[in-house]
T-cell receptor, first 115, second 109 residues
Framework: DSGVTQTPKHLITATGQRVTLRCSPRSGDLSVYWYQQSLDQGLQFLIQ???????AKGNILERFSAQQFPDLHSELNLSSLELGDSALYFC??????????????FGPGTRLTVL | DAKTTQPPSMDCAEGRAANLPCNHS???????VYWYRQIHSQGPQYIIHGLKNNETNEMASLIITEDRKSSTLILPHATLRDTAVYYC??????????FGPGTRLSVLP
């Protein structure tokens, strides 16, 4: 158990809909990362938040957005869903990013199926 | 693009050591080498990381060459539960992770 939690575990929805994925980081971790893993593209970094602010952006679509709240949990919002958005979405957390011993710990993921 | 190169697949007999290589010839001075594994569709699991010295923990050992251009992850006594995709990543302070396709390790009975 990494200490990172994600809800829901599974989500089935229809094209054009909007969903919200939730992540709670490990206790004390300030950074949250979101990744997408689809069958043909492997693990793709989407976005990182640090203590409530966006720190780094990867291959995140404009239809997707994220935020990190004062209690440090994070939400990933996916809108105007397409079939190709079906994937596993992972959240990871890490410390302050200043210690060389920092690393990322991943949650169990949310499996999104768009029909 | 990933900064590392790994063989796509490897087999290992149960009970034997599994040695997984990784090339990272463009690694910079402050970047660490991290290893993760992913079993089926579970979240990637942290294994070990290091800068330039060899590292060992309860899961594995990490051997980094002196020029830091390559490394080897060693699972000393592989079990069937070690069957997974293993990812080698370079980054710093736990950030800037770029995952490649990894190595699919199959531990055979």
């Amino acid at each position: 158990d990494s200490g990172v939690t994600q809800t829901p575990k599974h989500l089935i929805t229809a094209t054009g809909q909007r969903v919200t994925l939730r992540c709670s980081p490990r206790s004390g971790d300030l950074s949250v990362y979101w990744y997408q893993q689809s069958l043909d593209q492997g693990l793709q970094f989407l976005i990182q938040y640090y203590n409530g602010e966006e720190r780094a952006k990867g291959n995140i679509l404009e239809r997707f957005s994220a935020q990190q709240f004062p209690d440090l949990h994070s939400e990933l919002n996916l809108s105007s869903l397409e079939l190709g958005d079906s994937a596993l979405y992972f959240c990871a957390s890490s410390g302050q990013g200043r210690a060389r011993t920092d690393t990322q710990y991943f949650g169990p993921g949310t499996r999104l199926t768009v029909l | 693009d990933a900064k590392t190169t790994q063989p796509p697949s490897m087999d290992c007999a149960e009970g034997r050591a599994a040695n997984l290589p990784c090339n990272h010839s463009t690694i910079s001075g402050n970047e660490y080498v991290y290893w993760y594994r992913q079993i089926h569709s579970q979240g990637p699991q942290y294994i070990i990381h290091g800068l330039k010295n060899n590292e060992t923990n309860e899961m594995a050992s990490l051997i980094i060459t002196e020029d830091r251009k390559s490394s080897t992850l060693i699972l000393p006594h592989a079990t069937l539960r070690d069957t997974a995709v293993y990812y080698c990543i370079v980054g710093w302070n736990g950030q800037n992770f770029v995952f490649g396709p990894g190595t699919r390790l199959s531990v055979l009975p």
